[in-house]
């Protein structure tokens, strides 16, 4: 089933610049896999070392965007350099509508013989249809919060820390600032920031992720935001926190929230001085954004058995527990043995757990259809913040303006709703 061959000028061109530029060339023997994760230089180096168990693998690290434009451009020439890829959940949509990916459901009828694969991360692999599977579940990682030791003689009277709210949570940090004199709240402005946003403030108040985007919720959830938590938040955030890892072993925060990958050399360091929970809850729930990455192969593989059995060596407990420890990226098999893992590794699990099985859980997927304008959802509340907050402008003038901006981007794009807001017919609409 693959796409008919078209050869064009314009199109060979691209792909010898795009395969150019990424350095993905085809290799005898061996399997090319693209993937968007891990193409930061330590952690390709980690992957490339676990792949050396499975044989002769070209790893090749990438952002979104190109991998989608190489993957049109070699399906339009009907020549292919890469054999698997490994991407977000987000980035297969635009590949569905592409059309340039096999379906994968023979190897998961064998994957799930040999490996126990959740029902809920299998069915978003079939992208919304009946039997077409896209790609296979890989990985998943979340956000969660950190807290020095220290801190927790802060906290407000009868909390519990794996079941704050975020009122309780806006309470601690005061309570620290009234302690110390200090603002020790680390939040990463510099970094991952629009996914604190778009995954844990807006779901926890407003119950979804883009509907209430300029509901009388929201306003209440930023005017919360601007005056009880963010005069307790250390004033690097906004400049130079991007991995909160970092000035929480330099002891200028106390108190953090990140993805669980940029919170684990805080936690391997010093296990001892570093607790992990789950975020706080709010009026609609606990909203928390599950990083659920995929495994897909091209049509134009020139090596899809190879495809499919790297696949198979990435499912396996034994894989999935070396990613765990030393890439903190959490399992999507049952059967991994977590005996050994490293204490920071193991404090993670236990806040990931904690924050997935909460009875107040609100799972806020990465946003979905958006092709490659998906950056500009995050500029949108990025915008929203600065606004807001560091500029102080109207809360409602300033939701009214950048929804607008985000109702054009969903328009534009046809993107449908997803969850935590409720499936829609055609683009998502706002409220």
């Known amino acids: 089933m693959f796409r008919t061959k078209f050869r064009s000028i314009v199109i060979l061109v691209l792909v010898a610049m795009l395969t150019g530029v990424l350095g993905v060339s085809a290799q005898d023997g061996s ?160 970094g991952l920031f629009h996914r604190f946003l778009e995954g844990y403030l807006y779901p926890s108040f407003t119950g979804g992720m883009v509907t209430g985007f300029k509901s009388p919720e929201a306003v209440a959830m930023w005017e919360w935001f601007r005056d009880e938590l963010w005069p307790y938040v250390h004033p690097q955030s906004v400049t130079s926190y991007e991995f909160m890892q970092e000035p929480l072993l330099a002891g200028e925060v106390i108190l953090a929230f990140d993805h669980t990958a940029r919170l684990i050399n805080a936690f391997n360091d010093k296990p001892d001085e570093f607790v992990g929970f789950p975020a706080p809850t709010g009026p609609a729930g606990l909203g928390f954004m599950p990083v659920v990455v995929g495994l897909g192969v091209p049509y134009t593989s020139a090596d899809p058995d190879g495809a499919e059995a790297l696949i198979d060596f990435l499912l396996q407990p034994e894989t999935q527990g070396r990613v765990l420890q030393d890439l903190a990226f959490f399992p999507v098999v049952g059967g991994v043995d977590t005996t050994d893992l490293p204490e920071g590794v193991a404090i993670e699990a236990a806040a990931v757990e904690a924050q997935a099985a909460s009875p107040d859980a609100l799972p806020a997927l990465l946003p979905v259809g958006l092709g490659d304008r998906g950056g500009e959802i995050n500029e949108i509340y990025r915008n929203a913040f600065s606004r807001i907050v560091l500029n102080g402008e109207d809360i409602q003038t300033v939701l009214d303006d950048e929804g607008a901006a985000l109702q054009s981007l969903l328009d534009e794009t046809g993107a449908p709703c997803w969850p935590p807001d409720a499936p829609s017919e055609g683009a998502c609409q706002l409220q």
Do not use: C
Not at 63 to 88: F, H, K
Not at 113 to 137: H, R, W
């Open 31 to 190: 399997v090319t896999f693209m993937s968007t994760q891990f193409n930061i230089v330590e952690e390709s180096d980690k992957i490339r070392t676990i792949l050396a168990d499975f044989g002769e693998v070209e790893f090749v690290p990438s952002e979104e965007g190109p991998m989608i434009d190489l993957l049109r451009a070699e399906a339009e020439t009907g020549e292919g350099s890469v054999d698997l890829i490994g991407a977000l959940h987000g980035t297969f949509p635009v590949l569905q509508n592409e059309d340039v990916l096999f379906d994968l459901s023979d190897l998961l009828a064998q994957l799930e013989e040999n490996y126990e694969l959740p029902e809920s991360f299998v069915e978003l692999g079939k992208l919304g249809t009946a039997d077409y599977q896209y790609y296979i579940p890989w990985m998943q990682a979340t956000y969660i919060m950190a807290a020095h030791v220290s801190a927790l003689e802060y906290l407000p009277e009868g909390a519990d820390i794996n079941a704050l709210t975020w009122e309780q949570f806006a309470e601690w940090a005061k309570n620290i600032y009234d302690g110390t004199g200090e603002a020790q709240l680390g939040l990463p402005v510099a």
